[in-house]
């Protein structure tokens, strides 16, 4: 089974050559820009076109990465990225993603990323929107039905 | 205490404007590029000057990666990598490596960075060699001392 | 007019945090990412999925650059890439290409990419595979009509 | 003869795995970045530490760029960078650059870079600082003499 599906958003990515090193795959670094294009495209699917412009005081953090690499994508590889959430908090939001080659539906990259809700002023955790806040829990529901 | 210190090896980083992002700070995935460069010269150091040259059938490639992000870097920031191993075997070696502002000496960015040996034909895991494995070695004793 | 007009293909790029630096824009470096995509695009709507594909002996390696910069893109903004070819000879071809804000319709980075296709061995350079040559004749002509 | 003879400023870069592609070579945009540490390393030696923190109404920003790509540069290989100042206006500043190979003294990428100065709210040109561009006359004379 395709470990995309399952998942009620996929993002496709196509590799470019700015994508790949010189061991001719994708640069390690590289999958959490395609991390990161599917969580900012599940948020911007939610009505949230930037998470910034919701609530200028709130900045949204990186607080930590996990990612376990089983295959490497190559130059031209049409991949699928997903960003499902695994765990909302009032000042996080974790997301569960997986990055799959598209055509031979095979597991590269898997990764957990949480998300911080941080005030812009005193650089201290935050509660993040409310109208983000129940939006999220909106596809928490969907993804135990 | 500068958390560089106790570290028998630290490579210097000056932040550029390419590694920033729009919310003025370092973007999450280029610590990862920090993180490769202190690496690099870290076995450098040791006399490799190149990895994939000691046996062209033996490929590194990072296996997983587990990052936190306490504070952000920012343009100009003068940073400090570590990249001290924390576990070798055979088949791969675990660094502990710690972004540290040279200035402040805070603690920004902590990773653990497996790196695996992965036979180049058969892309399974295969034994490093001999020499790079005995110089790695010898800097888990200096740690252990 | 929206300066994509008139072209007969366009690519949509959109912005994301890893294009952006701490000025709040597009890193200049980054539009010529932009132009590879819509250059590779262009040629996959050939029939060409990958140059470096055609004929394994033949590289395909950019030659010369300029580029003009109107106004900056920034975070989320949704853009349109152009690759017009401007110039074939046997040995390289010439693109033009704009990269043009989609909602506003204003020009913001000009750029004419020559890439020339070198004998890999040789590295000197080399007629291109016919069947590519004959195929970018065919757009040349579209854009004289 | 070493092409960065000559130049009164020398930046040093190694190219690291970030830095390439999957055709073995660096990509032809992170030749952009090389340059713009060189720039920001130039002004630095000067003493102006960052551009931006001389007059915050006053933003620098790249108003063009020629880029001509003679041999391609390889992972591991150890560059020097130059960053002369070949013209100089009260609102603009023209950088001449040179990569090139520090081992073989063989010129790589040669690259023209208009810098040019915007009042940061109307987004017009406005001269720059007078202190800094004092500065840079200084290094115009020293390289007629």
Redesign the interface.
């Known amino acids: 089974m395709n470990p995309s599906q399952g998942s009620d958003f996929i993002w496709p990515v196509?590799v470019?050559?700015?994508d790949?090193?010189?061991?001719?795959?994708v640069?390690?670094?590289?999958y959490?820009?395609y991390m990161?294009?599917a969580r900012?495209e599940r948020i911007r699917a939610l009505g949230f076109?930037?998470l910034e412009t919701i609530d200028p005081s709130v900045?949204f953090?990186?607080?930590?990465?996990?990612?376990?690499?089983h295959r490497?994508a190559?130059?031209?590889d049409s991949l699928e990225v997903t960003a499902d959430l695994a765990d909302l908090r009032r000042t996080s939001m974790t997301f569960g993603q997986v990055v799959t080659h598209a055509g031979r539906g095979e597991k590269l990259v898997e990764g957990q990323i949480r998300v911080a809700c941080i005030d812009r002023e005193r650089?201290r955790p935050v509660a993040m929107p409310a109208a983000l806040y129940q939006a999220l829990q909106g596809t928490l529901k969907e993804s135990v039905t």
Request: no cysteine; proline share 3%; charged share 30%.
């Open positions: 196509r470019y050559i700015e790949t090193d010189a061991g001719g795959i640069f390690y670094a590289n959490l820009k990161e294009r900012t076109s930037r900045l953090v990186v607080h930590s990465a996990q990612l376990r690499y490497p190559r130059l031209d650089m």
